[in-house]
């Protein structure tokens, strides 16, 4: 026993007396980056269906477009080149020809990137059966490859930003047509891509597993290892974060928390675009919103500055518009009812409640979606409508509300930031629950539906946003939906972790992980 402890303490001196001899510089910066995502499991890999915040956050990770929006910024304007190397348009702006990067690998050994490949993920985009966004791709009528590393789009008719759908987001990723066809059913959680990270394992309900695309493009990632955990739980994450078993992770939209995850040493907050807008969309169709004065009642009774204000004024902001403040083609001077609970409560009168009435609401159980809806309910009382709050499971709510099942619907969302995507499937009657065209117009919403369309093929861009502004005022008189909030995202992370870039913004809604993103130490 003596002469182990004695080896013990001889190799303890050796150690320290070796590890003196080299500065700390010299210490390797760690490789390994373990995430914790705001999630209970893995949804869909394939990028076309991909739709949860988890999930988006990944595949963007995985996967490239013919074009990207710069690393840290949701702007149209910084867009810029990815699979494309340079492209052009005629005169019409319906005839786009894309000239590839030679040589881009595919993952796990697929070969080169292709035109092909490209041709094959525009058109399953646009096949309803194989993409959740194929109405946003209904305008191209032809997708062609002139050569291995050209490709032509023609569309039938322009549209208000074509880059903007082909851009590294929803149904813009590029797959490799040949891992699609091997895989088949086994591509939702096996997925190839050609971007910095590709995909390695999955333990359900546990982790995801990614490793460093060795043959990226634009060079191998510093990281070599990503560890995507499953903390839905936001206690579970800030439990892990702080006990240093993770790197990074999904915050909370909660003032409190953010005073907390501030004073922690070692520890930086990124709050960064697209700003989720926050509407209560009223069924123009279902009595008593039926009445225009009782929707206007609505929304004199909602103060979104308290809202904001109690939520917390780091990451929310009092709403603009019934489009997000970020699109191309917000109308800021909208004219939004103020609050005033007294023509709330005269308006009612004269609807016919001067006692006010009662209306009920499913509520989603996510606790930024319950905050929001228990201040609501909070004011709506002082004007006199008694709300009863339905609480659901966050995924039975989104069922639920796409069956007209709530009269009231609290939502929110993000959309690639031009005016038409979100004017489109919140307002466009074509967008209504229970249409063919059925996307998120939980309102039935229909007195904007020419400005939009007209919009869509407006070759001026002055008369486009003026439509687009238009349409809008429509929207707000007619109160189809009372806008509330818009709340940033919210990550949390290690100071040593650098993104490469300065976060102002990621379409993915989560922080992308780009070849550049490392570890100072």
């Given amino acids: 026993m003596k002469y182990q402890t004695g080896l013990s303490l001889r190799l303890l001196a050796a150690l320290l007396a070796s590890a003196a001899l080299f500065p700390a510089a010299a210490i390797a910066a760690q490789t390994e980056l373990r995430v914790g995502a705001a999630s209970a499991d893995i949804g869909n890999l394939d990028p076309h269906f991909a ?93 062609e490859a002139v050569d291995t590393h050209t490709v032509r789009i023609t569309l039938a008719n322009a549209v208000p930003s074509l880059l903007g759908l082909l851009t590294n987001y929803s149904g813009g990723f590029i797959i490799s047509k040949k891992a699609y066809e091997e895989r088949g059913e086994n591509f939702t959680r096996n997925p190839v891509g050609f971007g910095p990270f590709q995909f390695e394992s999955v333990d359900p309900g546990v982790a995801v597993n990614l490793v460093s695309h060795k043959a990226y493009y634009r060079g191998a990632p510093k990281i070599e290892k990503v560890t995507y955990r499953f903390l839905n739980a936001a206690a579970g994450r800030d439990l892990a974060f702080t006990a240093g078993e993770i790197d990074v992770a999904a915050g909370t939209t909660d003032q409190r928390w953010l005073q907390r995850m501030k004073e922690m040493p070692g520890a930086k907050i990124d709050i960064f675009d697209p700003a989720e807008l926050t509407v209560v969309h009223l069924n123009r169709n279902q009595k008593p919103f039926d009445d225009i004065r009782v929707r206007q009642a609505i929304a004199h009774a909602i103060n979104p500055g308290e809202i904001a204000q109690f939520r917390g004024a780091d990451f929310t902001r009092v709403a603009k518009s019934v489009i997000p403040s970020n699109n191309l083609g917000l109308n800021a001077e909208v004219g939004l009812l103020p609050h005033d609970l007294e023509k709330a409560k005269a308006l009612l009168a004269e609807a016919g409640y001067p006692d006010g009435l009662t209306v009920k609401m499913i509520s989603s159980q996510m606790p930024s979606y319950a905050t929001t809806d228990q201040l609501l309910q909070a004011q709506l009382a002082k004007a006199g409508i008694t709300l009863k709050l339905e609480p659901v499971e966050h995924a039975t709510w989104h069922q639920m509300i796409r069956k007209d099942l709530s009269p009231l619907v609290d939502y929110g969302a993000a959309r690639f930031p031009v005016a038409d995507t979100y004017l489109t499937q919140f307002y466009h009657s074509k967008s209504g629950i229970g249409e063919p ?70 379409m993915s809604l989560g922080p992308l992980l780009t070849e550049q993103s490392h570890f100072t130490e």
């Fill in 437 to 506: 065209g059925q996307v998120t117009n939980f309102s039935h919403c229909a007195v904007a539906d020419a400005q939009i369309e007209a919009a869509r093929t407006e070759a001026d861009p002055k008369k486009q946003i003026e439509l687009w502004q238009e349409a809008q005022k429509l929207i707000v008189a007619d109160v189809c939906g009372v806008p509330v909030t818009e709340t940033g995202q919210v990550w949390i992370r290690k100071d040593t972790l650098d993104w490469g870039f300065e976060l102002k913004g990621s």
């Fill in 51 to 143: 739709s949860s915040t988890s999930d988006r956050t990944l595949v963007a990770w995985i996967y490239g477009g013919l074009v990207r929006f710069a690393p840290g910024s949701t702007d149209p304007a910084t867009i810029e080149g990815d699979l494309a190397e340079s492209w052009e348009a005629s005169g019409d702006n319906l005839v786009w020809t894309f000239k590839l990067n030679p040589g881009v690998q595919w993952q796990h050994g697929y070969g080169e990137v292709t035109a092909d490949d490209v041709v094959f993920s525009l058109q399953k985009s646009a096949d309803p059966k194989r993409s959740a966004f194929a109405t946003d791709y209904k305008a191209i009528k032809s997708v």
